[in-house]
């Protein structure tokens, strides 16, 4: 477990700078372990060290991982993954938050679901800020508007915010330029629907959630920086 310890302290080592360059503090910034891909042993070692955060891309992939622990009762589990509506059912049994809703029909029908099971689902609308057509999220600041009052009303989700995934480049200037779009977006629902107190802003992976911090992330979503490469997506 000691490689993961080394990992948690490099990772928190870079929160913290990133954190002062823009005077923020580190509790504004939740850290969501990604185990996609990974055994839950991955899962176990990182709760030893104290995350109960935790996020996953595949909707199967999930249940048939953390449906079997014992323990590990008070981590939250968050897709963030695309939601197919055919997987809706299984999304709203099992995560605590669905941070990649794109599409009103997935979310009326994870609402659906939700109402049946009696239980309120936090979610996160998905934006693709990159323009990188292999990426889901709503495609722009429309299309999202477009669709926000229909999942506005249904009542057993709960919008809290917005997420999205940097563009795949190593140019800093593409990269920050993203995450500034998904923050303004974010400020004009906060000032559009003031009722809803909107708190997360969920963006920066592994390679690069300084820049996402410094954008004013709330939450960043590692995976390999803590458990090391992924032999595939
Ligand atoms: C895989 C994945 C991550 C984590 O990526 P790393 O680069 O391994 O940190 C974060 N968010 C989403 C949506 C992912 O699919």
Do not use: W
Request: proline share 2%.
């Amino acid at each position: 477990m000691d490689y993961l310890r080394e990992r948690l302290v490099a990772i928190e080592e870079r929160i913290e700078a990133a954190s002062v360059r823009c005077g923020r503090k580190r509790e504004e910034i939740e850290l969501l372990a990604v185990t996609k891909t990974l055994p839950l042993a991955c899962a176990e070692d990182a709760y030893a060290l104290g995350l109960r955060l935790f996020g996953e891309n595949r909707v199967k992939e999930a249940v048939e991982k953390y449906g079997n622990r014992s323990g590990m009762m008070d981590t939250r589990l968050h897709l963030i993954g695309h939601l197919q509506r055919n997987k809706a059912r299984d999304a709203s049994r099992f995560f605590d938050c669905v941070e990649s809703i794109d599409k009103t029909e997935t979310a009326i029908a994870l609402n659906a679901y939700c109402a049946q099971a009696g239980k309120t689902m936090d979610i996160l609308l998905e934006v693709n800020t990159s323009g990188e057509v292999s990426k889901s999220g709503f495609p722009d600041d429309s299309a999202l508007f477009a669709s926000i009052d229909s999942i506005l009303s249904l009542s057993n989700l709960r919008i809290q915010g917005l997420m999205t995934v940097g563009p795949l480049t190593d140019e800093e200037r593409i990269v920050r330029a993203s995450f500034a779009r998904l923050r303004e977006l974010f400020e004009k629902l906060k000032s559009l629907y003031p009722e809803l107190y909107l708190s997360v802003l969920s963006m920066g992976m592994s390679g690069d959630f300084e820049l996402a911090i410094e954008e004013g992330s709330t939450r960043i979503r590692v995976g390999t920086a803590l458990f090391g490469p992924r032999t595939y997506a």
